[in-house]
Each structure stands twice: as structure tokens, then as C-alpha cells.
């Protein structure tokens, strides 16, 4: 029904930045609230940020804050992720998320569809 593809990550030294992007691809893709989520070795996948399908509102994780920062382009079925003065902390493989039908949607239990990952490595 919805199909998510990343891209973007790559090895970066401390301070320097990324592009993540999401490709889209279904009929709904303008209805889902969409997100990205993190998940690195040995830790539970955790929310980053999300966009309502308005691309009005979003939501950051407190880690995020400032330093990410989270669009959406539905003309172009795609949701970007920049990602500024990169950490060791912010390794860890990035998932693009779909479905969630609230703009406060934080769990990953609340998203239907996601993503493959795209490995993100900081090196210090």
C-alpha cells in the first residue's frame, strides 16, 4: 500500500551535516502523518521527528531540537530529513515511517508503514 525508500546516510565527521530523504510511493501518502526514527546497536528505535500531512506542523524529538530538521514535499511524495552539527551519539541506522493518523505521534507502534534504514555514521 505504501512503500518508503531512505536515502542520504553515509560516514560524516563530528559537526558536519546530512540530507536524509524518503521516497514515497501510494495512494495516501498525503493523509499519513509521517516520521523518522532512529534505532542504534544495542538500543530501542526512538522518534526523531515527525511532519503532519500539511507539512505545518512537526514534532521534534528533545535530542533534535535544533539541530534537525524535519520537511515534507507531497508534490514530490517525499519527506527530508537535514540533519546539522552531527554527533557520535547520532549514529544509528535512520527510518523514514508512515501511517500514523496524529499529529502528536511519538510511538513507533503508531506507524503502519516504513523503511529499509539508511546507516547514519558520525565518526568523532
Known amino acids: 500500500q505504501v512503500q518508503l525508500v531512505e536515502s542520504g546516510g553515509g560516514l560524516v565527521q563530528t559537526g558536519g551535516s546530512l540530507r536524509l530523504s524518503c521516497a514515497a510511493s501510494?495512494?495516501?501518502?498525503?493523509?499519513?502523518?509521517m516520521a523518522w526514527f532512529r534505532q542504534a546497536p544495542g538500543k530501542e528505535r526512538e522518534f526523531v521527528a515527525n511532519?503532519?500531512?500539511?507539512?505545518?506542523?512537526?514534532n521534534y524529538a528533545d535530542s533534535a531540537k535544533g539541530q534537525f530538521t524535519i520537511s515534507r514535499d507531497n508534490a514530490k511524495n517525499t519527506v527530508l530529513l537535514q540533519m546539522n552539527n552531527l554527533k557520535p551519539e547520532d549514529t544509528a541506522v535512520y527510518y523514514c515511517?508512515?501511517?500514523?493518523?496524529?499529529?502528536?505521534?511519538?510511538?513507533?507502534?503508531?506507524?503502519?508503514?516504513w523503511g529499509q534504514g539508511t546507516q547514519v555514521t558520525v565518526s568523532s
Open positions: 511532519i503532519d500531512w500539511s507539512g505545518q506542523f512537526t
Open positions: 515511517a508512515s501511517g500514523a493518523r496524529i499529529r502528536r505521534a511519538w510511538n513507533s507502534l503508531e506507524y503502519d508503514y
Open positions: 501510494g495512494r495516501t501518502f498525503t493523509s499519513y502523518v
